[in-house]
């Protein structure tokens, strides 16, 4: 699920559905085609209340879907970045946004961090991220902040520059677990003595279980995100949830 910053008061879930409408549009038909079997009355009694049970699920993960999103994007503001100020204290000197092809966190961190130098690199692959929804997006909100291309294995920029990198919903869109470590050993070697990597992801947990549905099985669960972040020589600093939704990795170097 390709994630975004939000305008209004319902602009992130409508970018969500346009981001992710073949799910949308598949549920619609799954409906009538539903409705249109009960109503025939040609099937088991047995068989058509399961089928009633299936699309009684079905609905329930398309409006969760729907309000969760709405309530993350749009009514916490969560991809609207402003709660950054209370968990980076310290202005950064240099920072870096990884995204992977969707970049809407550039422009709210510089109004954040005005007086820093930050630089993007976009790593999307679409031999690695092969969701439509990440096509399509990128096809709607092309980026509109400068950006170097790189990869989960190399990103351009100099060993120890960085205060601080922003890995903003995009590491989960590396599918392979060996990558991710990469991604996030690329991460520390651009990160400074004393610098830090801000992780957020949804977590393949209950709360976005009950949320998305099987669709929570795009992102990686925390067991998962910890094994990453070992491999990488990072070590986890802090951690907070933003929404029970929403979980964030403060990460440094492991000392030594």
Known sequence: MTMVET?????GVLKIVRFNIQFYVLSLI????????????????????????????MAF???????VSW??????GVTRWAWLRTHIQEQPRTWVNIHAGLDESTTALKRLFHASQGSVVDIYDPAEMTEPSIARARRMYPATEPFVV??????????GDQDEVFLLF????????ERRSQLLRESSRVLN????????????????????????????????????????????????????????????????
């Open 61 to 67: 993960w398309t409006l969760s879907s729907l309000l």
């Open 170 to 177: 995009a590491a989960h869109e590396v599918r392979a677990p």
């Open 7 to 11: 305008e209004g008061r319902f602009s």
């Open 193 to 256: 003595a004393g610098g830090q990597v801000l992780l957020v992801e949804h977590l393949r947990d209950w709360p976005n279980f009950l949320a998305f549905g099987p669709g929570f099985l795009h992102f990686q669960s925390e067991r998962n995100w910890r094994k990453n972040i070992r491999e990488a020589g990072l070590k986890v600093e802090h951690e907070n949830t933003i929404t029970p939704f929403v979980h964030c990795f403060f990460l440094r170097k492991v000392d030594g």
């Open 30 to 57: 799954g409906f009538v085609l539903v409705a249109g079997v009960l109503a025939s009355s040609l099937l088991p009694l047995w068989l058509e209340r399961l089928i009633f049970l299936g699309a009684v699920v």
């Open 150 to 159: 790189g990869t989960f294995d190399h990103l351009p920029l100099p060993t």
């Open 71 to 76: 309530y993350v994007y749009d009514f916490a």
